[in-house]
């Protein structure tokens, strides 16, 4: 939606997001008061067009504390914009990649061992889906679970613990004893898994200066690296120690390359598990500490990241308006969670209660974390006369583009197979995983180009709009293709549905968190992300009960849902290309 659209009176709306609870406040639409930025206009306009849209009155009670955390939250963007984009940031936009790498990597490998795993244990094409669905439920928690846990305890426990809980379940996977076992592991890995793309994207835009918030699209190219990665080790390891395309073989001996899959993706995870624990010392999000009344350690992190960076911004730091009322002392404060007794005293005294010793602290934070009242308190703010709109549109995006990218992407290489003629020796599979590591690759250049037309005329909304409906152009002319058995346009629709749907999800995955406030981003990154894997696991279930009727029928039926919505992205009322995060 233009800004031209609206009038200029819309600037001065001001929105209180929720109450005394969750200590999050609403101002201008998604994101606040921005004023030093033109996007300010965009966000409030669109927050009072909303409100006009439901006939509700902003609320405007708290109005001291708005105004106070708004210069603090505008003291800290021009800080990290002074501190600019260094080898600190570098680092930072690597490891959380690497988070996004393991999420792709696992769903292309469930994709890849499909066919493998359905001879292996003789399952039917109605019930092959639950293995998928198994997976995407395992996303779905992990997204529901570690998207609050970062707004309510920090970053950095989902950033830690995600892949370990990815690796463990991924090696039990490989010693599955049965299909049910198998779906029962797969759910655990993601669990793990799910908790990456809403907590590292939240990391890695919360570190970055708004003037460089178009690299959030280029997680999104570790997001196909993961795909890439995992179409290469299943071409070379699937089709010789699996059972052959025709004739009868043992699958106890012959048909294990789905389990050495299993166990070198596990042992990949491993790898960025060391890398991202060991390797380099992440630092919680000044963001959320400011978001949490800690402003001495905002001051702390911003000088460590300055200082790692080779640069001396930070030293105006401590004359910030952020540090009004801390004690210089209180500036030395350390950052690790969990926090010692003499961090609690200072920096939860609200809160009413301080901690003596290690278990009481533990007991609490595990209590706390149980509390399903203060989780769904959470949610409120995202439903606020000038959000909600926003919400219910973006949730929905993530659930019709879901539905519509997994009864595709899930079953690319059965419908490969299906649609090839039958020969001895492994030369169809070969063929098969070879056409998926194509469209894997096609990927790639997708989330390049989204970085540089995110910042174009066209803006976030109009280009997920552009790529969404072109992906649903592919979608046809690789059931065309499919259909007359033309292997050459089946592989050219196939990888324009790569490069443009890798577009689109770079686009989703950049204005997500975009659009809302550090104090609510990780529920409701959270939030959007566990509707995709809802959606998820109904997909290949469903997918599965078409593919009964036709290998067209799921086709069509994607193509009908990513035009759809299309139409859901063209009606957000926010365009969050010029608005500081």
């Not at 080898?87 to 493998?116: H, K, S």
């Not at 613990?161 to 993601?190: D, E, Q």
Request: aromatic letters at 8%; one cysteine or more; glycine letters at 8%.
């Amino acid at each position: 939606m233009l800004a031209s659209e609206y009038t200029e009176e819309a600037r001065i709306v001001a929105d209180d997001m929720a109450g005394e609870s969750s200590g999050v406040v609403k101002r201008t639409g998604a994101h606040g008061p921005i004023a030093e930025h033109s996007g300010e206009r965009n966000v409030a306009k669109a927050a009072d067009r909303e409100s006009e849209d439901t006939n509700e009155t902003p609320h405007l009670d708290n109005a001291a504390d708005s105004d106070m955390e708004s210069d603090e939250e505008l003291e800290l963007n021009r800080m990290i914009s002074n501190i600019g984009f260094g080898r600190y940031q570098r680092r930072v936009l690597a490891l959380c990649g690497l988070g996004w790498t393991a999420d792709n990597a696992w769903m292309q490998c469930t994709a890849c061992i499909l066919p493998r795993v359905q001879r292996h244990y003789g399952v039917s094409n109605s019930k092959i889906g639950l293995m998928s669905s198994s997976m995407f439920l395992g996303l779905m928690c992990g997204a529901l679970v570690w998207g609050p846990v970062s707004d309510r305890f920090g970053r950095l426990i989902p950033y830690k613990w995600t892949l370990v809980v990815s690796a463990t379940f991924g090696l039990l996977a490989s010693a599955s004893p049965s299909f049910p076992f198998l779906c029962v592991c797969l759910f655990g890995l993601g669990s793990g898994v799910g908790g990456n793309m809403p907590v590292d994207g939240a990391i890695f835009l919360e570190f970055i200066p708004r003037e460089k918030r178009h690299l959030l699209t280029m997680l999104s190219v570790f997001f196909s690296v993961g795909s890439v990665v995992t179409s290469a080790v299943a071409l070379a390891l699937l089709p010789p120690f699996s059972c052959p395309d025709a004739g009868t073989c043992d699958v106890s001996t012959q048909n294990n390359g789905w389990r050495y899959l299993l166990v070198t993706m596990s042992l990949l995870t491993i790898v960025m598990v060391v890398l991202r624990n060991g390797w380099f010392r992440l630092y919680e999000t000044p963001k959320f500490l400011l978001q949490n009344k800690r402003r001495a350690d905002v001051v702390m992190v911003l000088k460590k990241v300055a200082t790692f960076n080779g640069k001396k911004q930070a030293r105006d730091a401590q004359q910030s308006p952020i540090m009004d009322g801390v004690e210089s002392d209180e500036a030395h404060a350390w950052l690790e969670w969990p926090e010692t007794d003499a961090d609690c005293a200072s920096q939860r005294t609200d809160a009413g209660r301080v901690s003596h010793g290690w278990m009481r602290s533990a007991m609490r934070r595990v209590h706390e974390a149980a509390n399903i009242k203060s989780h769904v308190k959470l949610l409120r703010p995202l439903f606020a006369p000038g959000l909600r709109r926003t919400t219910i549109l973006v949730w929905a995006i993530w659930g019709i583009v879901a539905m519509g990218f997994t009864m595709f992407n899930v079953f690319l290489p059965k419908l490969l197979e299906t649609h090839a003629p039958p020969s001895p020796g492994h030369s169809t599979q070969i063929a098969v995983y070879r056409d998926s590591l194509i469209y894997a690759i096609s990927g790639v250049p997708g989330s390049l180009l989204g970085a540089w037309l995110v910042d174009t005329r066209l803006g976030r909304i109009y280009s997920m709009v552009l790529a969404t409906s072109i992906s649903g152009v592919a979608l046809i002319g690789f059931a065309f293709a499919a259909k007359a058995h033309i292997s050459a346009l089946t592989v050219v629709a196939s990888s324009v549905f790569g490069l443009t749907s890798t577009l689109m999800f770079a686009v989703i995955y950049a204005y997500t968190p975009e659009v809302f406030r550090p104090a609510v981003r990780g529920t409701a990154c959270g939030m959007a992300s566990a509707v995709g894997r809802v959606v998820g696991i109904v997909a290949p279930l469903v997918t599965g009960l078409l593919l009964e009727i036709s290998t067209s029928v799921p086709l069509y039926v994607s193509v009908a849902l990513l035009w759809m919505a299309a139409g859901c992205m063209f009606m957000l009322p926010i365009e969050t290309r010029d608005i500081a995060a």
